[in-house]
């Protein structure tokens, strides 16, 4: 007996998702997670405060970056929420009157959690090469480790991976030095 076909989830399937889970389309399925736990909410917002200043506002920094905490993105069919996006706003000068964003960002970071850690690596980061996000920033807290992708012939290569207090200088901000302690500590 053939097995049935599976179908593919919807927008309105990811509506339907209670508030307290994040909710995503990826190849067809939808797939959620809990809100993150403290080590995964602090790392990423410690990331978030370093760069938004600096970067984002253009306060002792360069500026040039529209960033964003947990921004929807609807890329070709995918719905996908990373912990951090950032646009260079050449590319979007001002943010969309919609609650999704359909411009692929130019940067994302990944705060791996146990339970997301499958998801962020081999599903969401191939379709960031499809939509040709530039940088991809894989964050793990309880590792403390920080590994940085470059977009090269349609794929990512690793660019850099610290751990622990290494103090970071990486593209594409790597006009401000980022303590990693800073990420994990309470």
């Known amino acids: 007996m053939a097995e049935p076909a599976l179908c593919r989830a919807t927008l309105e399937d990811l ?4 508030s307290h889970l994040v909710a995503e389309l990826i190849n067809g399925h939808l797939i959620t997670s809990p809100r993150p736990a403290p080590p995964h909410a602090r790392a990423a917002s410690s990331l978030n405060g370093e ?7 253009g306060r002792s920094g360069p500026g040039g970056w529209i960033i964003l905490y947990e921004p929807e ?12 996006a950032g646009w260079r706003r050449e590319r979007m000068q001002a943010l969309p009157q919609t609650s ?9 970071c990944e705060v791996l ?10 599903a969401k980061v191939p379709i ?3 939509e040709e996000v530039t940088n991809v920033w894989l964050i793990d807290p309880l590792a403390q480790t920080l590994e940085a992708l470059r977009l090269d012939s349609g794929g990512y290569r690793i660019i850099g991976a610290w751990s ?12 401000l030095a980022i303590a990693l302690n800073e990420l994990w500590s309470a």
């Open 15 to 18: 509506l339907r998702v209670p």
């Open 73 to 84: 993105l609807h890329l070709n069919g995918d719905v996908l929420v990373p912990d951090i």
């Open 51 to 57: 760069l938004h200043g600096p970067f984002d506002r």
């Open 164 to 175: 622990g207090d290494a103090v970071v200088r990486c593209e594409p901000f790597e006009a």
């Open 113 to 122: 959690s146990p339970s997301t850690a499958a998801i962020d690596r081999t």
């Open 128 to 130: 960031y090469a499809r």
């Open 100 to 108: 999704a964003f359909e411009l692929a960002p130019d940067w994302v």
